[in-house]
Structure formats: structure tokens, C-alpha cells
């Protein structure tokens, strides 16, 4: 093997949690290297060292043989280390180039930096998307203004702007349309061709075997194995992830009652005519105990409609009613009092008090109801029901007074599902749910949901997953430009007829 990077001894304290103890990784140039381990198992810490952000407590790392002495992102870029990561660090009112000669040092002249050689070198890196994709970026307009996906590619086309050989990609996929994932995964083979070692964390299995030649395992912060991912499964990534703990909650036989219009109550929410600046007359019927996916090429109009739901969104016409009366659509607050939980995908921005203690954020959703109640919410109170959570879906934390933005990406998440599960909604809102959740406690998520729906819930789901949407939905609207366009029954879900019902509505709108 034609080795490049060999890390070994990896340790990182950040205050009560050892995230790395002595995580090691050898990889070759040439290579796409996953890496993989639970929520919390010290993926990113990893990564974070070999880009120099996070600074180890001891390790040995060595690049093409020679010792590497990495303190610092400018040490990480003198040896050749580019990283991205999921959180974008774009700057909103800079130009897409801008923002992509960020951190390097154009040429100067005269004592001003050259605009037309940033621009270029910009205008190379995002080449390499190819053309369909450079094309649709605005090079001249303000990135903040792109969206999620698009931002994210202007983070890997800074990365790649460096012309690094190694690349660190951190759950960089994951605000990505599908579509833009296979232009990324085209741009990795080709780095690949050209002896980049692209390290490549995700939890997605499927995009790890569609891309990744070995991968490396962790679990509490230390290496668990290497495999060559040709000669394994994913039954055996799963175990080497999450060790011999039974991982995989036994799927129960759901109750197809549901499905059955003739052994059913009426229908428990009702969508009538609903409309906003991004949908389109919108209306269907759930009932209770049932579980409504929503499918579709990404972006149109799933997210809106649960926001529309929660009144997030400016209603302009139509109306819900919720057991025959009128659901409120004008705010959040109202819609939480009449028993409708949104989960956010962006947990970041809708989902949580990120400074704020673990168990205030697992507990916030179900104050108001108590306080309605006129129960005191006691400090233990608080924290017997955070804990209880904290159990059921693993999530790996120091202390529950800790603030939620010291937890790993997926235990943030799975801290935003937590806390409106604690208060048994009456219609719960999934958008996109397990995005960056590991696999155990994925399952133990659709397990929490479908219990939800066995109890009577309203459960509407908005996934980018269609594994998910095949494992929980009882049906599936297809939503095309903000219009649902079809409506697949119980038998007719299954990923491929998915994937073909979101394509066929829309014929050369694949990128
Ligand atoms: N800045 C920090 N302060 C305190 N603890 C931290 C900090 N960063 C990470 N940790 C802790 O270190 C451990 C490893 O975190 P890390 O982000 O490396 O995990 P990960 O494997 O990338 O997880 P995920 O899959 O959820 O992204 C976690 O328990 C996390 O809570």
C-alpha cells in the first residue's frame, strides 16, 4: 500500500469527555477513506486534528513518511490538508470567488491583491464541479444568498481551490440534493485518479459503498478496525460501529389497520386548498395512528408544508382542521398549544438553545404544557425526564448541565428529536429527522415514532432518505414544485418506485 498519512496515538480531553484516546488512521494516496463510528465516537475530533482546528493533547502523525507537526490550520495547509465540514464557514456577504480565495494568498500587485487571478483560480476550482454545475453558480453574487447545498459546494470548491492532497470531507453531503452528491462523488473519483487521499466521514452506508474503498471504524474515541469495504457488508459495519449491543430494534408488525379505509376512524387531520408562496393548493387527509411520507425530488415544497403546519409560513389560502376544528396556522406558539411538534432539520437555526444546558433544551417543549397545568416543573422533574431520553436514544454527553453546543452534530440532533417526543404531540413533523444520526439510535428514533403513531399520532415525514421513507410511511404524497403530484399506497413504497416517481414528474430536471 502506498501509504500517506499514518495517525496513531490520537488523544483529545475536552474537559470531563475523552473524545479521542488514541484513535489511530493509516490511509494511502489514491484513496477514498471513510470514516465511520456513532454519534460522539470522535469522527470529527479526528478530522478537526489532521486539519489542525483542533489541537490533539498527543499524537503522532506522519504524511509521506515524515513526521508532521500540525498545530494550526496554516501547518494543516503547508502539508497539503484541506477539510470541509458541515457547518459552513462561507461568509454570507462575500462573492461566491471571494469567498473561494478566502485563506489563500492571491497575487499581488502593486501592493493590491489581483481580483482577475482570484477570480480564475476560483473559477478552476468550481470547473472541476463540472460544467453543469459551475454554471449555475453566480460567481458574482453574495453567498449567503445560495442555498444550503450551493454554499456547501463553494466550501468544497475552497477546499479544492488549495489543491490538496489530502482532503477531509466532515458529513459534507449531508445538505446536498441528490443530485449534487453524485456531482461531488464524480469530483472525488477524479481527485482519486490524481492520488488525493479524500478521508470521508458520513452516515449514510449507502454513499460510503458507493464511493469509499477501506474504511476505519471508531468507537469511544479509539480505532476499532480497518476493512476493505469490497469484502465486507453492511451488517458487518454496523456491528464493528456499534460492538456486539443489538442494535437493530426487530421491526414490529405495524398495524396496516390504518391502511384500510374500511376498518378506520375519519380522518384525524384534514389539508384543504393550502397555499404559500411555495405550495400549490395542497390537500390530503391523515388519520390518526397513520404515518404520511412525503417524497419527491428535495426542494419542493416538503419543508414548507410542514412549516406551513407548525405557522411557520405565510398561509395565503386554504385551511387544516385537526379533529374537525380549525388548526391555527398563524404561529408556532399556537400551533405547539394545539399539539402540533415540528423536528426540524436544520437543528441549528430552528431546533435548539445550543449555549444552554442539555436537560433545559430536552425539557423547553414541554414547560409550556405543564405550566398550563399548573405544575411547577421542579429542577428533578426536569432532569429525571432528560435523563430518561438521554437513555433511550444514547445520546453521549458529559453531564446534563452541559451546554447542547458542546455534543457532537448527531447527539445535537438527537437532543432537538428528544425534546418534543417528551411531549407526546398530538401531530408530530418530521423534516428529514436522522440526518447525521448514527444507525442505532436511528432505529431507536423510527422505533420512538412508530410508537407514536400506534399511540394515535398525526405523523407526517419529510425525508431525503427514501430508506426511511419506505421503513416508517404507511403512504407517500410525491410533491412536485409545490403540488402533490402523486400518492403512493403502502404496497407501491419501495426505494426504486420512489426514486422513478420523483424523476418521471420531472424530465430533464435532474440537476
Ligand atoms: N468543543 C467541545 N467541547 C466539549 N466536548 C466536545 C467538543 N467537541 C466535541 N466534544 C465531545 O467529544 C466527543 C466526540 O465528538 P465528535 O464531534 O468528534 O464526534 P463524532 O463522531 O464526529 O460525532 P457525530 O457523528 O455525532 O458528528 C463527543 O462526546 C462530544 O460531545
Not at 449567503?144 to 463553494?154: A, C, K, N, R
Not at 403512493?488 to 413504497?493: D, K, N, P, T, W
Request: with cysteine; glycine share 10%; aromatic share 2%.
Amino acid at each position: 500500500m502506498n501509504t500517506l498519512l499514518e495517525m496513531t496515538g490520537v488523544r483529545k480531553r475536552y474537559g470531563g469527555v475523552q473524545a479521542l484516546d488514541g484513535a489511530s488512521l493509516t490511509a494511502a494516496r489514491g484513496e477514498v477513506h471513510a470514516l465511520l463510528g456513532p454519534n460522539g465516537s470522535g469522527k470529527s475530533t479526528l478530522d478537526k486534528t489532521l486539519a489542525g482546528t483542533v489541537v490533539p493533547d498527543s499524537a503522532e502523525i506522519r504524511i509521506d513518511g515524515a513526521a508532521a507537526r500540525i498545530r494550526g490550520p496554516r501547518d494543516a495547509h503547508a502539508l497539503g490538508v484541506a477539510a470541509v465540514y458541515q457547518q459552513l464557514s462561507i461568509v454570507g456577504d462575500l462573492t461566491v470567488t471571494q469567498n473561494v480565495v478566502l485563506g489563500l494568498e492571491p497575487a499581488r500587485r502593486l501592493g493590491f491583491l489581483d481580483h482577475r487571478a482570484a477570480r480564475d483560480r476560483a473559477a478552476g476550482a468550481l470547473e472541476r464541479f463540472t460544467a453543469a454545475f459551475s454554471g449555475r453558480l453566480p460567481l458574482d453574487r453574495p453567498a449567503g444568498s445560495l442555498d444550503p447545498g450551493e454554499q456547501q459546494i463553494v466550501e468544497v470548491a475552497k477546499a479544492l481551490a488549495r489543491e490538496p492532497r489530502i482532503l477531509v470531507l466532515d458529513e459534507a453531503t449531508a445538505s446536498l440534493h441528490k443530485e449534487q452528491v453524485e456531482v461531488l462523488f464524480d469530483v472525488v473519483r477524479e481527485l482519486r485518479a490524481a492520488g488525493v487521499l479524500v478521508v470521508f466521514t458520513s452516515h449514510r452506508l449507502d454513499e460510503v459503498f458507493a464511493l469509499c474503498d477501506r474504511a476505519t471504524v471508531l468507537r469511544n474515541g479509539r480505532t476499532v478496525g480497518t476493512v476493505e469495504l469490497a469484502a465486507t457488508d453492511e451488517d458487518e459495519l454496523v456491528r464493528l460501529m456499534v460492538g456486539d449491543a443489538p442494535h437493530r430494534v426487530p421491526r414490529p408488525a405495524r398495524a396496516r389497520a390504518v391502511a384500510d379505509p374500511t376498518s378506520s376512524p375519519a380522518a384525524a387531520l384534514e389539508v384543504r386548498g393550502l397555499t404559500t408562496d411555495r405550495l400549490r393548493d395542497v390537500g390530503f387527509a391523515v388519520r390518526a395512528g397513520e404515518v404520511l411520507g412525503l417524497g419527491g425530488l428535495q426542494g419542493q415544497g416538503q419543508s414548507e408544508l410542514l412549516l406551513a403546519l407548525f405557522g411557520a409560513a405565510r398561509v395565503t389560502a386554504g385551511e387544516a382542521l385537526l379533529d374537525g376544528r380549525p388548526l391555527p396556522l398563524s404561529s408556532p406558539a399556537r400551533a405547539a398549544r394545539a399539539g402540533v411538534a415540528l423536528v426540524p432539520g436544520d437543528r441549528g437555526r430552528q431546533g435548539m438553545f445550543a449555549p444552554r444546558p442539555i436537560q433545559e433544551n430536552l425539557s423547553l417543549a414541554s414547560m409550556h404544557r405543564r405550566a398550563r397545568a399548573k405544575l411547577a416543573l421542579s429542577a428533578a422533574a426536569e432532569r429525571h425526564a432528560a435523563r430518561s431520553m438521554v437513555e433511550r436514544l444514547q445520546i453521549k454527553i458529559g453531564s446534563l448541565t452541559d451546554p447542547v453546543s458542546t455534543l457532537s452534530g448527531g447527539n445535537q440532533q438527537k437532543v432537538v428529536i428528544g425534546k418534543w417526543l417528551l411531549d407526546r404531540p398530538r401531530v408530530v413533523l418530521l423534516d428529514d429527522p436522522t440526518k447525521g444520526v448514527d444507525v442505532a439510535a436511528k432505529e431507536e428514533i423510527y422505533a420512538i415514532v412508530r410508537g407514536l403513531a400506534d399511540d394515535g399520532a398525526v405523523v407526517i415525514l419529510n425525508s431525503s432518505d427514501n430508506r426511511e421513507l419506505t421503513e416508517l410511511s404507511d403512504r407517500v404524497l410525491v410533491l412536485f414544485e409545490g403540488a402533490v403530484a402523486e400518492e403512493l399506497s403502502a404496497e407501491a413504497i419501495t426505494e426504486s418506485r420512489l426514486v422513478s416517481s420523483a424523476l418521471r414528474l420531472a424530465p430533464g430536471e435532474s440537476l
